[in-house]
């Protein structure tokens, strides 16, 4: 088959997507132009540009927000979205689909998350910024397995799975810490709406409606109700990607049997002379297209379609409107306060001392097994890399905090800790190689 011109440039940047470790590059590079950006000599403008208003309109309701809100609260509830397809995802089919295989990630991730937060607040126990202990619990799924694909092919694939896992029970963990501690004043008019649509969309999921776009439209109303009640409008996104389908029309046999007729009648019907084909043949091709969207979920199909954009866009986009803070000649003085040092020695630490201890106790008192491949040497790599907590602790700080002190110093943690856990976990794992 020949190439299209346009094939030369698309080819090479659709391998990169798909290679596993590209969207940390991508994140990473985002927040190291965030941070050039804003210590540079346009650094008024870093500020600037997201606080530029931005508003739509909806009969009599306004949504007038500053750009990063819109980035904060808008397309992060696309993040949680697909984070929630995942979820659902595991939860049926996948890591999490069974007790028995759900057990050990989910206690690990249960310590990945307990460990810091007592971290954090025994450096900010009696203070105002109390209220930030939620911010150390997380682990950032995508630069974790992206410097875990960095860390060489000797790394067992199970290795790779037990950290998905782990890292998805953790986002689960850190959905129920935003919706239960870090939500506003509730109005209860707007959230009954909202969970009105939902069983819309549940009963739409019964009846066997499929069609993106009815999921789409209600679930924008969602996040519409939910932003205003007051309860984070980035559960919505969660809870709306629960109700999307999870079955197939026809199974693997039938889709078989079936897309074989259709190639045997493709085979003898008679072509046109030229690149045209028959109206026969374009009905087949039509059916075939028909019948593999039968053979696929629409949850998988929807988790497919936007990862590209959450990995490449929003994930980046969010980094580069959140991570540009001053870094001034006090830098390490600032690293001393309570909310850095607790936020800091939480993720490098206590996701070390949790994620680690938690397995340890889980497999010393056989109620779960290390999974297959998987020595203690790989778990204690795995718990060194669950301390990069950037997207999830950054959004919770935003959350946690209304003081921009107390938000840039819980950056400086977050960073400084991410930076800190990252090259200690991919230098171990890398070393395992030699051992």
């Excluded at 995802?89 to 057990?103: H, N, Y």
């Excluded at 799975?161 to 810490?177: E, K, P, Y």
């Excluded at 109620?367 to 795995?382: M, Y």
Aim: glycine letters at 10%.
């Amino acid at each position: 088959m020949s190439k299209a011109p346009i094939d030369r440039v698309i080819q090479p940047v659709n391998r990169f997507i798909h290679q596993e470790y590209t969207s940390g590059i991508v994140l990473f590079l985002s927040v190291v132009a965030a941070l050039i950006w804003a210590n540079s000599s346009a650094a008024e403008s870093y500020h600037h540009t997201w606080e530029l208003p931005f508003a739509l309109r909806f009969a009599d309701h306004v949504f007038a927000y500053p750009l990063h809100i819109w980035i904060n609260d808008g397309l992060m509830a696309i993040f949680f979205f697909v984070i929630g397809l995942e979820l659902k995802r595991e939860f049926m089919a996948g890591e999490l689909s069974t007790l028995k295989k759900a057990s050990l990630p989910m206690v690990a991730a249960l310590g990945g998350m307990l460990v810091p937060a007592l971290i954090y607040v025994g450096f900010n126990y009696g203070t105002p910024s109390l209220h930030g202990w939620g911010i150390p619990m997380a682990t950032d799924i995508a630069f974790a397995l992206g410097l875990l694909s960095l860390s060489g092919s000797h790394i067992p694939s199970s290795v790779k799975v037990f950290l998905s896992a782990l890292a998805v029970a953790d986002d689960l963990g850190a959905v129920l810490v935003i919706a239960f501690f870090y939500t506003a004043k509730i109005d209860f008019g707007f959230l009954l709406w909202g969970f009105g649509f939902l069983g819309i969309l549940l009963a739409g999921n019964l009846l066997g409606i499929r069609r993106s776009i009815f999921y789409l439209i209600l679930g924008i109303i969602v996040w519409g109700c939910f932003l205003f009640s007051g309860v984070h409008a980035t559960i919505a996104g969660v809870l709306v990607a629960f109700t999307i389908p999870a079955r197939t029309r026809i199974n693997e046999s039938e889709y078989l049997e079936k897309i074989t007729s259709r190639l045997k009648r493709f085979e003898v019907a008679i072509p046109l002379h030229g690149p045209l084909m028959t109206s026969d043949q374009h009905h087949i091709i039509e059916e075939i297209k028909g019948l593999s969207l039968d053979a696929q979920t629409p949850l998988q199909k929807i988790e497919h379609t936007l990862h590209p954009y959450v990995a490449f866009l929003i994930m980046p986009l969010f980094a580069l409107a959140n991570a540009g803070m001053h870094i001034g000649s006090n830098f390490f003085s600032e690293l001393m306060n309570p909310v850095s040092a607790g936020v800091g020695f939480g993720l490098v630490l206590g996701k070390l001392t949790g994620v680690f201890g938690f397995t340890y106790l889980m497999v010393k008192f056989k109620i779960a097994d290390l999974p297959d491949s998987v020595n203690w040497k790989h778990v204690l790599g795995v718990a060194l890399l669950a301390g990069v907590g950037f997207t999830m602790s950054l959004f919770v700080s935003n959350l946690a905090f209304s003081d921009a002190e107390h938000v840039d110093a819980a950056k400086y943690g977050i960073l400084l800790a991410s930076l800190v856990s990252g090259t200690a976990g991919i230098i171990y794992l890398r070393s395992l190689a030699k051992g």
